[in-house]
């Protein structure tokens, strides 16, 4: 480094390494953006063998860990729905909740906190257009999303939701468990600034129940799916159309501080 | 500063709306007025959650107005192969897009291009601009 060569004080160093850098060529290789990842199976071409079987942990249970990029969002395209599983008939809501729907719609959600760069909440969260990473934990499973930055924690260390929450947050609380191969993961807890728990724009309850079953088909593939249970909003719980996700392979999550939005200024509705 | 000529062209041709865009584009851009920008670009200004391109527009009788072009995010737009540094301020840029609704000097960009034909790139939004981060070709 410069500072061995040099006998700078103490202030001037830093500075003096920071205008070398700035000088430095950059490396060809983008920072972050496409870092090969370590440890994955691969084709003879080198490119990541998405169809190779679903890793283990070492209890047994399929390893969920990875990026992960929504099908609809990849150049790819999202893989049919799997059998059974076509696109499910909409919900009923209770009359408040279908005028505040119709409302909403009527002006494109305009005034949604999300687009004042709040969180999406859980699921919206799952089903926009950037990827998220699950990391294993001890006692949870970690889930980062890239807009937003956002995060939760899924805890596996066998507590059961609180009946209460004092504090309700914008991500909820979440627990997962097993049930065979699927990790079953119950949110509650979300607060009334989420507005939607979908980009079509279904409201919800301090009552409401998430359920996310993940299921991961095989190392390049994992659905997600969601039941909606919230009796004060819909007259019985719903299934949402499967969520297939596609992993991603190097690169990295990257930062997304929503720190100017000029949008809301411009919005109109219909 | 000099402005190269450009040409400002405001369609009302019909166009498909999409099915149910994300609302940041529905409640703010019409996407049944498309919108095509020739002009000089000021200013790359790289923020979340859309970058926006900054742009001045000659029109036919020589006025300058301004323009902002709301882009995707700059993460992707990186992953769709852009850099911060891929325009620069003096470029003559061609963007194509749909108009604000409230009649503002403001477009959801779908795509934008170089005058001279050199490079092409997703624009990458949110809205109805096609898969977001997909390189154009």
């Given at each position: 480094m410069c500072v061995d060569k040099v006998r700078f004080n103490s202030l001037l160093a830093p500075a003096f390494c920071l205008a070398f850098c700035c000088l430095t060529p950059a490396p060809a290789r983008a920072q972050w953006l496409d870092y090969p990842t370590r440890g994955i199976p691969r084709n003879p071409d080198g490119k990541a063998n998405l169809s190779a079987p679903a890793p283990k942990l070492p209890d047994g249970k399929p390893d969920l860990s990875g990026l992960w990029l929504g099908d609809q969002w990849s150049p790819a395209g999202r893989r049919p729905n799997p059998p059974g599983n076509a696109r499910p008939s909409p919900p009923e809501m209770f009359p408040w909740a279908q005028k505040v729907f119709e409302e909403r719609r009527a002006s494109q959600i305009k005034d949604d906190p999300e687009a004042r760069c709040m969180p999406q909440g859980v699921p919206k969260a799952s089903t926009l257009p950037y990827p998220f990473e699950l990391i294993n934990a001890s006692g949870k499973l970690v889930m980062l999303y890239e807009m937003y930055s956002l995060r939760r924690e899924i805890f596996t260390d066998g507590r059961e939701?609180?009946?209460?929450?004092?504090?309700?947050?914008?991500?909820?609380?979440?627990?997962?468990?097993?049930?065979?191969?699927?990790?079953?993961?119950?949110?509650?807890?979300?607060?009334?600034?989420?507005?939607?728990?979908?980009?079509?724009?279904?409201?919800?309850?301090?009552?409401?129940?998430?359920?996310e079953r993940f299921r991961?088909?095989?190392f390049g593939h994992m659905d997600i799916q969601v039941t909606i249970d919230d009796p004060k909003t819909y007259t019985k719980p719903w299934i949402m159309p499967v969520m297939r996700y596609t992993f991603l392979p190097d690169t990295d999550l990257l930062?997304?501080?929503c720190e100017k939005?000029?949008?809301p200024q411009h919005m109109v509705g219909k | 500063m000099r402005l190269p000529l450009a040409g400002l062209l405001l369609f009302s041709a019909f166009a498909t709306a999409p099915a149910f865009a994300h609302?940041?584009?529905?409640?703010?851009?019409?996407?049944?007025?498309?919108?095509?920008?020739?002009?000089?670009?000021?200013?790359?200004?790289?923020?979340?959650?859309?970058?926006?391109?900054?742009?001045?527009?000659?029109?036919?009788?020589?006025?300058?107005?301004?323009?902002?072009?709301?882009?995707g995010s700059p993460n992707l737009l990186m992953r769709s192969g852009w850099?911060?540094?891929?325009?620069?301020?003096?470029?003559?840029?061609?963007?194509n897009g749909s108009a604000a609704k409230d009649g503002s000097n403001l477009a959801n960009a779908k795509t934008v291009k170089l005058a001279d034909?050199?490079?092409?790139?997703?624009?990458?939004s949110s809205g109805d601009a096609g898969t977001p981060g997909a390189p154009v070709q």
């Open positions: 939701l609180p009946k209460e929450f004092i504090s309700p947050s914008w991500m909820g609380y979440s627990v997962g468990k097993w049930e065979g191969d699927e990790f079953v993961v119950t949110t509650a807890g979300i607060n009334d600034q989420v507005w939607n728990v979908d980009l079509a724009g279904h409201p919800h309850s301090d009552v409401l129940r998430v359920t991961r088909v095989d930062e997304f501080v939005n000029i949008d | 609302h940041s584009f529905a409640a703010e851009f019409d996407a049944k007025k498309p919108v095509e920008l020739k002009g000089t670009l000021v200013e790359l200004e790289w923020v979340n959650p859309h970058a926006w391109i900054h742009m001045e527009v000659k029109d036919e009788s020589g006025k300058v107005t301004r323009w902002d072009c709301e882009l850099r911060r540094d891929s325009l620069k301020k003096g470029d003559v840029i061609i963007v034909g050199t490079r092409v790139f997703n624009a990458g």
